[in-house]
């Protein structure tokens, strides 16, 4: 009996964490589409595919579930991009690639950047996702001396509300380049950080690493 017990617990614990990741699946699919909250708990079961009295094994409120979704996203746009800028060491490379990343993402990875339009204000200053990954880049370039910046929270409220606005552009103006719009973003915020105009524009134009 004893010997059994574990697999029986393991099995209990996958179907568990699976019962929890559709509904976070579900109510990420809600945020994509509207970023309406107002979806009753049965309607967000019932597109999870899980059992009513399930939600309350997992979640203690419908705001809890949301913002776990956006937690869920935000981590997986954050992975995407720091995967893609492996091997870069130069703080202002970072900083310039991951904007033009993070656009590119957009085609890749369209539910994410739908959440994002829809509640990325409100993380900008989160503890997960892409907030501390820039925060992080921002003092590192402060500390090696590439970055000139008073406050490094502040520059990150500048980074978000930038990031947010060339996701909007692209929405409102399909016709605009994305990559290009993204390098000139770029561009920008490294003159913002302290860099001369002219590196600043070299610097955000650099090749990007291949996009899987």
Same mark, same amino acid.
């Given at each position: 009996?004893?010997?059994? +017990?574990?697999?029986?617990?393991? *099995?209990?614990?996958?179907?568990? $964490? #699976?019962?929890?990741q /559709?509904?976070? @699946?579900? %109510? ?13 708990i ?22 809890e ?9 935000l981590?997986?746009?954050?992975? +995407?991009?720091?995967?893609?800028? *492996?091997?870069?060491?130069?703080? $202002? #490379?970072?900083?310039? /690639?991951?904007? @033009?990343? %993070? ?38 370039g ?12 502040? +520059? ?11 996701? #909007?552009?692209?929405? /409102? ?40």
């Amino acid at each position: 009996m004893s010997a059994s +017990a574990p697999p029986a617990r393991n *099995r209990f614990e996958r179907r568990r $964490a #699976e019962t929890r990741q /559709a509904l976070i @699946r579900a %109510a990420r699919q809600i945020l994509a589409e509207s970023g309406d909250t107002s979806a009753s708990i049965q309607a967000i079961a019932e597109r999870a595919d899980v059992g009513f009295g399930s939600f309350y094994n997992h979640f203690t409120s419908k705001a809890e579930l949301f913002d776990a979704a956006v937690a869920d996203a935000l981590h997986e746009y954050g992975q +995407a991009i720091d995967e893609h800028l *492996r091997g870069i060491q130069d703080p $202002a #490379e970072v900083m310039a /690639a991951s904007f @033009r990343i %993070a656009a590119r993402l957009a085609m890749t990875h369209p539910e994410v950047t739908q959440i994002l339009r829809h509640r990325g204000l409100q993380h900008v200053h989160s503890e997960i996702g892409l907030a501390p990954r820039a925060l992080r880049d921002v003092e590192e370039g402060v500390a090696s001396g590439r970055f000139d910046v008073p406050d490094p929270l502040v +520059a990150l409220s500048a980074l978000g509300g930038g990031q947010l606005a060339l996701l #909007e552009l692209k929405s /409102a103006r399909p016709d605009v380049s994305g990559d290009e719009a993204a390098a000139d973003m770029a561009e920008m915020i490294l003159c913002m950080l302290g860099l001369p105009r002219e590196e600043a524009r070299e610097v955000a134009r650099r090749p990007l690493p291949a996009l899987d």
